[in-house]
T-cell receptor, first 111, second 113 residues
Framework: NAGVTQTPKFQVLKTGQSMTLQCAQD?????MYWYRQDPGMGLRLIYY???????DKGEVPNGYNVSRLNKREFSLRLESAAPSQTSVYFC??????????FGPGTRLTVL | QQQVKQSPQSLIVQKGGISIINCAYE??????FPWYQQFPGKGPALLIA?????SEKKEGRFTISFNKSAKQFSLHIMDSQPGDSATYFC????????????FGQGTILTVHP
């Protein structure tokens, strides 16, 4: 029982490159989330998926896309990375009426 | 617009002392207020949470105090230990999806032995 797993753990990109951050949960949760963490800003919601087949924008969605592949997996894609997207990205999951459980994070640097 | 404001940014406490972190929120639609603890290189982990129908919740050495009229809540860590050294985030949520959290800026707590 791994909880929420994220790959990769670390990534360095050049400006303009694309990449996909992967997230999977084994807790049979319906909802999944992507947050970014920046110094002095706390965590901010990028996108979320309330249930399989649905996705919605959060507070800071610009420059990102998401895919809810199935109930377990929720990916975050950067089509053309920018230095402003340098951050630590956290995936989380929850069921209705419960607080989210976070993964270990992906540290992304865009040069 | 920061809907949840957290202070202080950093806090240094001696072992055995009391650590106090404060948060204030603006949105009266929030109805669930968790605190998360984060160690370096790890994801945030739920520590304790409170709903606005109670003024205080205690779990071990950790207590949340809640003042609904002032729209403020705080975390008290009693008998602080070096192992409590971490970053603490307050958060707020409401409605139908408790996973949509609005976080405070975070407080880096250092407990000296």
């Amino acid at each position: 029982n791994a909880g929420v797993t994220q790959t990769p753990k670390f990534q360095v990109l050049k400006t303009g490159q694309s990449m996909t951050l992967q997230c999977a949960q084994d807790m049979n949760h319906n909802s999944m989330y992507w947050y970014r963490q920046d110094p002095g800003m706390g965590l901010r919601l990028i996108y979320y998926s309330a249930s399989e087949g649905t996705t919605d924008k959060g507070e800071v969605p610009n420059g990102y896309n998401v895919s809810r592949l199935n109930k377990r997996e929720f990916s975050l894609r950067l089509e053309s990375a920018a230095p402003s997207q340098t951050s630590v990205y956290f995936c989380a999951s929850s069921n209705s009426g419960t607080l989210p459980f976070f993964g270990p994070g992906t540290r992304l640097t865009v040069l | 617009q920061q809907q949840v404001k957290q202070s202080p940014q950093s806090l240094i406490v001696q072992k055995g002392g009391i650590s106090i972190i404060n948060c204030a929120y603006e949105n009266t639609a929030f109805d669930y207020f968790p605190w998360y603890q984060q160690f370096p290189g790890k994801g945030p982990a739920l520590l304790i949470a409170i709903r606005p129908d109670v003024s205080e919740k205690k779990e071990g050495r950790f207590t949340i105090s809640f003042n609904k009229s002032a729209k403020q809540f705080s975390l008290h860590i009693m008998d602080s230990q070096p192992g409590d050294s971490a970053t603490y985030f307050c958060a707020a949520t409401g409605g139908t999806s408790y996973g949509k959290l609005t976080f405070g800026q975070g407080t880096i707590l250092t407990v000296h032995p």
